[in-house]
């Protein structure tokens, strides 16, 4: 995303959740902003490319008001109206406001009564026992705010795959510019792909005279912030985006495997790795593999032949946590694992009929010029999610048309009728069953009752015969909300049982099911489908998160339903409507 988007995406999310708070007769304005803040965020091109061509307008949620203040911060860098409002608000805490028991009216009392103004004094109130004064503040409330204050804290210091990935990926991309560099990759826990990421570690392999010029020409670069430290093999800089420190290692290219090895864990692999050379006689380090009687380098230049020599095939990076992957590899059993490229379809998306930022034609000419899918299921919200604009049953059955309108212009039956449909207290649905029954897929979901164990009402909805999957199921926003409790195994085996599939959810945020509970869904034999939970266009772009997840899970392929065809996915339907359960895997 460009950086002017970005800010701006910040401040009017910022000038939302002021008047959210301010509340009273402004509310529209908390809408318009929010709007605006996403549709800005979900922009691919630089927001001064529409202000030279005087287009603002033209992007939805984009009025002459927002407009105006779109141009008055590529100009000045400043928007007034911002500045001013900034000081009728205590700012410093409204940031909390997506977190957890941190509403704008919980947020306004605790300001009002206690004059508290930031997030530091925030938390010494919540732990000295001043907020649970608070009338409407009990001890089950506060507890549950100073939890998701640690939860934050913990997204805060780390960053999300997603961010990492992108961050990461701008600085790798200045290297593989630079003429000088060979080779040029991510280590460390961004390389496995880990949901978070502390800093971010890359490697880079060169000619040794050409050391310090890569470091010169890296510490120079604009996207840096500030330089921590510098020499002729290693520099650490803190990047602009995100604040976050980039550590980067300069080594000789015959190195490359060793070093790529070493420097990408985890830290338990390659302990074990280590352990099981010395027992056949070699030293591993970074520099490479070494016969420890004779001293001489026996492998190094690529992991592959690092790990041939040691008997083990080569372990994709995802895998590397000693979580039972060296044992597989010693038998040449490394599973093939799932890709991007082999996803057939997105099953889970939202358009502008509940909380979408697309209209269904939009949405539709979008995914199938960027993206090489066979088919797409649109799953806008049920009735209960009103806040997110859901949908009756007549609604729905308006919307069937629209989809197959559009199919017709598109010539081919891409679009498939679908819902995210709630699951109520009680593990009842949100809609009619004459109503699900007239749709091609029915993705349930919980979206309310976060703290209490939501096991059984997750197992009734699996026994419905007309749910095909659980959406999001764990509930959980990384920094934001835990997840709640479930007892997974009772659940995963009525899943299996019921010929229920279970989603991995490619949210940033969610990246839920997480990988073990996605590995746990596996081993019982669990189906699992890979889907974006897109509610704007850049979203599209999560699956590889997705895909990710999947891969720290071990999953290939055939776990993941929307790897098949639609016609293998109707046969998947089809066996749960007719109770045909088997113990068989389906594919």
Request: contains cysteine; aromatic residues 8%.
């Amino acid at each position: 995303m460009p950086l002017v988007n970005k800010e701006l995406g910040k401040i009017f999310s910022d000038m939302s959740h002021i008047y959210q708070y301010k509340n009273g007769k402004e509310k529209f304005r908390a809408i318009a902003y929010e709007k605006a803040a996403r549709v800005i965020n979900d922009l691919q091109d630089d927001i001064t490319t529409f202000t030279k061509k005087s287009q603002l307008e033209k992007i939805p949620g984009v009025g002459p008001s927002i407009a105006e203040k779109i141009n008055e911060y590529i100009k000045t860098g400043k928007i007034k109206k911002f500045e001013s409002l900034k000081k009728t608000v205590p700012i410093d805490i409204l940031e909390l406001m997506n977190i957890s028991g941190f509403g704008p009216q919980s947020l306004k009392r605790i300001h009002q009564m206690l004059k508290i103004n930031d997030r530091d004094e925030l938390t010494k109130a919540l732990q000295d026992g001043r907020i649970s004064k608070i009338r409407g503040f009990g001890k089950k409330k506060v507890d549950n705010m100073l939890r998701s204050m640690k939860l934050h804290k913990t997204v805060e210091e780390r960053m999300l795959l997603w961010n990492a990935m992108e961050a990461g990926n701008k600085v790798l991309d200045e290297f593989k510019k630079m003429t000088e560099v060979l080779q040029a990759e991510l280590a460390g826990s961004l390389r496995r792909k880990k949901e978070t990421i502390g800093d971010i570690d890359i490697l880079v392999a060169c000619d040794e005279k050409s050391r310090k010029k890569i470091i010169a020409k890296f510490v120079a670069l604009p996207l840096i912030k500030e330089v921590l430290a510098k020499g002729d093999t290693k520099a650490s800089v803190i990047i602009k985006e995100f604040n976050k420190q980039v550590d980067v290692r300069i080594i000789n290219p015959d190195e490359w495997g060793s070093a790529l090895l070493y420097f990408t864990g985890s830290k338990e692999h390659n302990v074990e790795l280590r352990t099981i050379a010395r027992d056949k006689g070699y030293k591993i380090s970074e520099y490479g593999l070494f016969d420890i009687k004779t001293g001489k380098r026996i492998a190094g230049n690529t992991e592959e032949g690092i790990y041939k020599e040691l008997e083990f095939a080569w372990i994709p990076p995802e895998m590397r946590e000693q979580k039972g992957e060296l044992d597989l590899a010693a038998k040449n059993k490394i599973p093939s694992l799932v890709t991007l490229a082999d996803i057939k379809g997105d099953m889970h998306l939202h358009s502008t009929w509940s909380d979408g930022t697309m209209d269904i034609e939009d949405l539709a000419q979008f995914v199938s010029s960027h993206y090489p899918y066979e088919y797409i299921v649109l799953t806008d919200h049920s009735k209960s999610e009103r806040v997110a604009g859901g949908m009756n049953e007549e609604q729905f059955i308006d919307q069937v048309k629209e989809i197959r309108r559009v199919n017709n212009k598109l010539k081919k039956d891409f679009i498939k009728t679908g819902v995210e449909v709630d699951i109520m207290a009680d593990g009842s649905l949100d809609l009619k069953d004459d109503l699900l029954e007239q749709l091609d897929w029915v993705c349930a979901s919980v979206h309310s009752g976060f703290t209490r164990d939501n096991t059984e009402r997750i197992i009734t909805a699996c026994e419905n015969k007309l749910v095909n999957c659980i959406g999001h199921p764990s509930g959980r926003l990384m920094g934001q909300r835990e997840a709640y409790p479930v007892n997974w195994q009772k659940v995963f085996k009525v899943a299996k049982q019921t010929n229920t599939a279970f989603e991995i959810n490619c949210q940033a945020e969610r990246m839920d099911l997480n990988d073990d509970l996605a590995r746990m869904a596996r081993e019982n034999g669990v189906m699992l489908t890979i889907s974006t939970d897109s509610h704007q266009q850049s979203q599209f772009a999560f699956m590889q998160m997705g895909i990710f997840i999947a891969r720290r899970a071990w999953c290939t392929k055939k776990d993941i339903l929307n790897t098949a065809s639609w016609n293998e996915i109707k046969k998947f339907i089809e066996r749960k409507r007719k109770k045909t359960f088997s113990n068989e895997p389906f594919f």
